[in-house]
């Protein structure tokens, strides 16, 4: 995961892009960039969270009115300096790049880039690759002189994207002395939403970024998506053009509602939050028509992500909905951090139960999903040396069995618990008294029910192993798989 935003202004962009990778940081804490250009090309970028990289000096350098900024959390590629977003070629025209998702046809479009168009690839990024291609096409004996006519000429180089790259990209870029340009794959299976404001002359500022939980403290109005294979382009002056290249199923990733983005978020035009309500309320259904007989005490979100879902349960249940676990916020998620040692050790450093909602209760836990395991079990036995008289588990998301190659960094399907147990084996494994995860079923609903949105069919590949961009096979599993593993352990790329 990662987030990305790309700002058009009447005025300097740099603090508000700073604003924008601070909004953005819970889907990348590895990493940040930000690049802006005014007659030239201007960079800030490093390892490690917002406030660590940028200070007042650096920031004061990155002037101008168009830029784009990257949060990084690493799903291709190593983790070093050198893979840190945005990238940029000086060819054809100075274009800078930033890309959310991950592309599964890396090694054969790497192929090209290095063999047929002769470019050197400074990383093991993917998004450096996505740059070259974008690029090549640009390039062109005779320059466009128009917008219009450099509109053309960007509809045939993402078309030619769209025609060769397969996987999930939403990208924003910069090209000097063109503007800002934006678009999304096929799918749509990364989100990518938009906004305006007035400039206060007549004209209009853009955003376009992964989520919109800072447009308003920015003044700017949602104005939703970015729809699926649809490339936009905001010229120097300010102009706007847009089309949609290319029509196939709209399947965005159904995990950005489960777990990855903000609540505040409303993303393809569906809140996220709102879904996560409905995904409480669907669970509650459940449990009530399959354990009738068990009625917790208390119910205890697995903190934070799962606290919208766990209040709308504990309503519809009619039991009281408790803090039962307080979760130290200086320390990051667990699931992002890589290193199985790590994650385990920091548990109980996250997570304090408190005893006096637990000693002698039934507490039922409700978590947003289930990856590896090792979290859920640690929380069940912490319960239990607290005095949990019972111990129930509820999940919002149904069982995690195949893993994501769409962007979302998951371990590999030997390491997820339901890509190698039974329910009824997870249940023993973390031992509880009961455990039920929500349907395929429900939690699509929960998330297409509402909203004026264009959803056919969200992606669930990580779930139903249906892969939407329809690239994979048990081969291609294996090799990204190998690839992932390598990239975790090298770790390095060679600049
Ligand atoms: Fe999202 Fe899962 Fe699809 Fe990955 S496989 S994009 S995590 S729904």
Redesign the pocket.
Known sequence: MCGIAGIFSHKPVASELYDSIINLQHRGQDAAGIMTYDKRMHKEKGVGLAKEIFNSENMELLTGNIGISHNRYPTHGGFSHGEVQPFWTSVPYGIALAHNGNLTNYNELASEVTKTETRYLNTNSDSEVLLHLFADALHKDSPPQTSKEFFELLCESVSNIFNKVRG?YSVTSIIIGKGLVVFRDPHG?RPLVKGERSNGNGGKDYIFASENTMFYAMGYEPQGTVLPGELIYVDENGEIFSKRLIKKEFNP????YVYFARPDATLNDVSVYRSRLRMGQNLADSWKEKYPDKTPDIVIPAPSTANTAALSFANALGVRYSEGLYKNTFIGRTFIMPGQEERKKSVKYKLVPQELEIRDKKVMILDDSIVRGNTSREIVRMLKDFGAKEVYFTVACPPVK?P?????D?PTKKELIAGNMSEQQIEKYLEVDALLYQTIEDLVEAVTRRGNHYIDR??????DGY??AKDIDNAKITEMEEMRTFDRTSGDSVS
């Open positions: 999930a299976i990733c159904i995990f950005e195949s994501c190659f769409y962007g979302v998951m969200p992606c669930m590949a990580c779930l892969y939407v």
